[in-house]
């Protein structure tokens, strides 16, 4: 298993452009989500989805958007970067219930100049 | 609103010292909690998951506490080693938040020197 991959590693924007990120997961997760993480800084949840079609707000949505068409796809999408998305976005899977961990992909950083 | 507190923010021990990590949150509504390691420029790798139920976890040279009720967990780290040196972030999952979310706390950046 490859577990959860992310694409582009790094990717320098220009203020106003646009970009998606993208994320795959074969561990056939339901749930997927999207994370930032300001220098110094915990993550902050941007989007999650409990499966195929189902999308939902996290705690700093604002700036980005998601869809979920299929298990194992979750592309986050930025529409008219701005400097203050500049940061580290991890995208993570976890099966379902309680007991299971999340996996994390190794991140994508983000420059908006 | 969930809020995770984590202290110290950066500890630095010479190999071969325990490790203390705390971690404090104020909804004490959780499912569980988890300890994760983050290594530079890396994405998190999942140490340890503590039920609600349970009052530690143990998995080798770790072992971590929880304290439902007041709101604590605790991550030791037995006999450090200079690989241990990464940043360690606590997440609670509140029984409130759909979807197995987690909140997280700054995390504390450890530096074990040989």
């Known amino acids: 298993n490859a577990g959860v991959t992310q694409t582009p590693k790094f990717r320098i924007l220009k203020i106003g452009q646009s970009m998606t990120l993208q994320c795959t997961q074969d561990?056939?997760?339901?749930?997927m989500y999207w994370y930032r993480q300001d220098p110094g800084m915990g993550l902050k949840l941007i989007y999650y989805s409990v499966g195929a079609g189902i999308t939902d707000k996290g705690e700093v949505p604002n700036g980005y958007n998601v869809s979920r068409s299929t298990t194992e796809d979750f592309p986050l999408r930025l529409e008219l970067a701005a400097p203050s998305q500049t940061s580290v976005y991890f995208c993570?899977?976890?099966?379902?219930?309680?007991?299971?961990?999340?996996?994390f992909g190794p991140g994508t950083r983000l420059t908006v100049l | 609103k969930q809020e995770v507190t984590q202290i110290p923010a950066a500890l630095s021990v010479p190999e071969g010292e325990n490790l203390v990590l705390n971690c404090s949150f104020t909804?004490?509504?959780?499912?569980?909690l988890q300890w994760f390691r983050q290594d530079p420029g890396k994405g998190l790798t999942s140490l340890l998951l503590i039920q609600s139920s349970q009052r530690e976890q143990t998995s080798g040279r770790l072992n971590a506490s929880l304290d439902k009720s007041s709101g604590r967990s605790t991550l030791y780290i037995a006999a450090s080693q200079p690989g241990d040196s990464a940043t360690y972030l606590c997440?609670?999952?509140?029984?409130?938040?759909?979807?197995?979310?987690?909140?997280f706390g700054g995390g504390t950046r450890v530096l074990v020197k040989p």
């Open positions: 909804d004490s509504a959780i499912y569980n």
């Open positions: 997440a609670p999952e509140p029984i409130k938040a759909a979807g197995n979310k987690l909140t």
């Open positions: 561990m056939n997760h339901n749930y």
């Open positions: 993570a899977s976890s099966h379902a219930g309680a007991t299971d961990t999340q996996y």
